[in-house]
């Protein structure tokens, strides 16, 4: 049986050779064309698990850790290499990891790529936010945005935010006890925001509106799926509440004759102005609640991270006090701080920048590929998410030497091109970049031209569920004035 069968196999292949060469030469060819396209899609490394869930649920789990989200990144890294792609609710996200990858994106930002937000953070900042409006809608509403955040504009807000802080301090220092730095900073850079938006300054109304802010915060990467008790449905019914407030300021704003001197104001003075020369009510009140989001916890985890920093690395603390005496020892008794002072504050500014390349405070900006693209040769699909990696660029050792020194003075140096990102790059550069940096000098310039502190608690363990690294212990210090310790 057998051997008939090879014979009648045989007899097949000495009669029908030119068949079985075509089948099996066509054959080779599809397994090589097959191979090669799956080695083009296949060339970012990465598991994308089942089409909707996918990685979602260790990403969230890392969230959840006190590593931080980070982490996820990080073994993914491990595991897959610099690059490598997976899949969060229900989407492709590829990590680019490098200053090449984050020219494409940001130089093509709304042309090849868009913003990537996921549907929870969408929801919550709003469709008129700047964070989600098209690209047609972004340039009008950042244009009419932008005055009242150029540096020419922002004198008033150093001198108010000056005033605040030093009060502050002052009573922190005489009161002797330990505090959060990061609950301080939360809170300043929160009061300093709303006063300078729409100069609310009453207490209990800053305290409601701030709990409402955090609770949509919390909102930004959670499940977006309205079951009462989630971080998203407390989430959205904060947004609801903070609208029906800013509904009713703008409506007795309007109604007003009290002269004010803030950035609603100004939105308002537009109201009989062409319409691309203005923003509706709801354009403002997005922007004012993204202002607000985006300004706060951004700024307020970067003054934490400055602390601890300069904890850690006295050398640096002290240079950074020697340039700030003596500004403070050529003004005037208790004068505030100006433009001019600022301006004088070269190595501060280097502390500015050396804390935000080590904090991360956005620790990767995502966006959406709007067609099959190429990024330094391998293929992104259309709808793909590519997250900008600026941790990993921030702590390359080929663009920073010694990347995990806290090291100022490596700014003494221009960096190259894209190799330092903390506020992003192109048309959606960070709208807040000014406020940012003067907030951070006036809050380094009270802190050590006035002050030592000891750090309470040495705990290195990250806040769970938050988007932005901070430190789960928020830094608790002591403060001691330096008129006591001379
Ligand atoms: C240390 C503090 C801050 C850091 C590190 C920071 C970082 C960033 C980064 C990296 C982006 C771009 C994200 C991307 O391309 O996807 C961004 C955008 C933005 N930031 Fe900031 N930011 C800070 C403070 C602020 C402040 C104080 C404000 C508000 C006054 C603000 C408002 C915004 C807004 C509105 C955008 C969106 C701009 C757009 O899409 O056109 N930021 N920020």
Redesign the pocket.
């Known amino acids: 049986m057998m051997i008939l069968q090879v014979e009648v196999f045989y007899i097949h292949l000495k009669n029908n050779y030119d068949i079985i060469f075509a089948v099996l030469l066509s054959g080779l060819v599809t397994i090589f064309v097959t191979k090669k396209l799956r080695k083009s899609t296949e060339d970012i490394p990465g598991r994308l698990g089942l089409p909707l869930v996918g990685e979602t649920f260790s990403f969230l789990s890392a969230i959840n850790s006190t590593k931080g989200c980070y982490d996820f990144v990080r073994l993914h890294r491990l595991r897959y290499g610099k690059w490598f792609k997976t899949r969060l609710f229900g989407k492709v996200h590829v990590f680019v990891p490098s200053v090449v990858g984050a020219k494409t994106i940001?130089t093509n930002?709304f042309q090849l790529f868009n913003?990537g937000y996921i549907k929870s953070m969408a929801d919550a900042v709003g469709k008129k936010?700047?964070?989600s409006v098209p690209v047609e809608s972004?340039k009008r509403i950042?244009r009419l945005?932008s005055g009242p955040?150029s540096m020419d504009s922002l004198s008033v807000f150093v001198k108010n935010f000056d005033k605040l802080l030093s009060t502050r301090f002052k009573k922190l220092a005489e009161n002797g006890k330990s505090f959060v730095v990061l609950d301080f900073s939360m809170k300043i850079?929160f009061d300093a925001?709303c006063g300078m938006l729409m100069s609310v300054t009453d207490e209990s109304l800053l305290e409601k509106i701030e709990r409402d802010c955090t609770a949509i915060s919390n909102a930004m990467l959670s499940f977006p799926v309205m079951i009462p008790g989630t971080r998203y449905y407390k989430g959205m019914k904060a947004r609801e509440r903070l609208m029906k407030l800013f509904e009713e300021l703008i409506t007795s704003r309007r109604s007003s004759k009290e002269p004010h001197e803030d950035f609603l104001q100004s939105m308002l003075e537009r109201d009989s102005f062409p319409d691309d020369e203005k923003l509706d009510d709801s354009e403002i009140m997005d922007?004012m609640l993204?202002?607000?989001i985006?300004?706060?916890t951004?700024?307020a985890?970067?003054m934490m991270w400055s602390v601890k920093f300069l904890d850690e690395n006295k050398e640096v603390q002290n240079m950074l006090r020697e340039e700030q005496l003596i500004i403070l020892r050529n003004k005037p008794n208790g004068a505030l701080l100006s433009h001019a002072d600022l301006n004088k504050m070269s190595y501060s500014s280097k502390v500015v920048k050396e804390t935000?390349r080590m904090s991360n405070?956005?620790l990767w900006?995502?966006?959406v590929a709007l067609d099959d693209c190429k990024i330094q040769d391998l293929e992104i699909k259309k709808g793909w998410h590519v997250n900008?990696d600026?941790t990993h660029i921030h702590y390359d050792p080929d663009l920073y030497k010694d990347p995990l020194r806290f090291n100022p003075s490596r700014f003494d140096e221009i960096p190259k091109p894209y190799s330092y990102?903390?506020?992003?790059?192109?048309?959606?550069?960070?709208?807040?970049?000014n406020?940012?940096?003067v907030?951070?000098l006036v809050f380094l310039h009270r802190l050590t031209s006035g002050y030592k502190w000891t750090v309470d608690d040495q705990d290195l363990s990250l806040e769970k569920k938050s988007h932005i690294p901070r430190l789960k212990s928020g830094v608790p210090i002591t403060l001691t004035s330096l008129k006591d310790d001379s």
Do not use: E, W, Y
């Open positions: 940001l930002d913003k936010s700047l964070l972004h950042r945005l955040f850079a925001m922007n993204t202002l607000i985006a300004g706060q951004t700024t985890a970067a935000l405070v956005l900006f995502p966006r900008i600026a990102i903390p506020f992003g790059s192109g048309p959606r550069t960070c709208l807040g970049i406020m940012a940096k907030t951070m």
